[in-house]
């Protein structure tokens, strides 16, 4: 049995102390909570400044225990928002979990930040914005893509109603799938994480954090644009 293995058969079955992390949209979040049973209680949120994730992000998880009275140690798992959403959010947020999960062994869940928003606004599917006139779009469960003009086109629309927390992705739908209902919602928190996730944690339903990656749905720029065009160079 390996030491992921070792921490999660560690795990009592109630109550369970764990820190959330979405740190994926323009603003994200750390929180909190005690999970029993069906139970979930928030503890403490932080919001988090989009620009300033790489100097605020540890500091935020440090005050959010204190303020708790809790050790990084007493965790027993962590929920881990990952993507899709800004490259370095996502990387940023993923790196912090794994540095404060590794030396513990405390075990992640991770989860879409699509999934959270299409769970808080009760709808089967779930867009965000991905600029450049691009959707990261949830059609029922499993199935997320990156969705251009063309790719919506092409997509018949699930039946029920979308959810939509930016007004930039709801223009994109509304634009392409005219008869689209759209669910509007506030943006998905890391404590939103945690409520969709309880069932996940209690039943240990962990990632190998050797093989936690960001959920990007696409290529970045540096690989988009970084490639020589085909034929450069030659005379």
Known sequence: MDALENAAADLAP?????????????????????LSGAS?????????????YSTTLIAAVGDLLARAGVRLGQLHAMVAVNGPGSFTGVRVGLSAVKGLAE???????????LAVLAWKAGADGAALDAHRREVFL??????????????????????????????????????????????RASAPSAGD??????????????VDLALLDGHY???????????????????
């Open 14 to 34: 109630t109550p369970v102390l764990v820190l959330g992390i979405d740190t994926c949209g323009p603003t994200g979040s750390v929180a909190l909570a005690w």
């Open 217 to 235: 749905l696409r290529r970045s720029d540096a690989e988009i644009f970084g490639a020589a065009p085909a034929g450069a160079g030659r005379a």
């Open 193 to 206: 994480a945690l409520c969709l996730c309880a069932d996940r944690v209690l039943t240990r339903d962990f």
């Open 138 to 183: 949830r059609l029922g469960a499993g199935r997320e893509l990156l969705a251009g003009l063309g790719e919506l086109t092409a997509i018949k629309p699930i039946g029920g109603p979308i959810a939509v927390c930016d007004d930039a992705a709801a223009e994109v739908l509304a634009g392409v799938w005219l008869d689209v209902e759209l669910l």
């Open 40 to 52: 979930v209680e928030i503890l403490g949120e932080t919001d988090l400044e989009g620009r300033s």
């Open 103 to 113: 030396p513990g062994q405390i075990p992640v869940v991770a989860v879409s930040r």
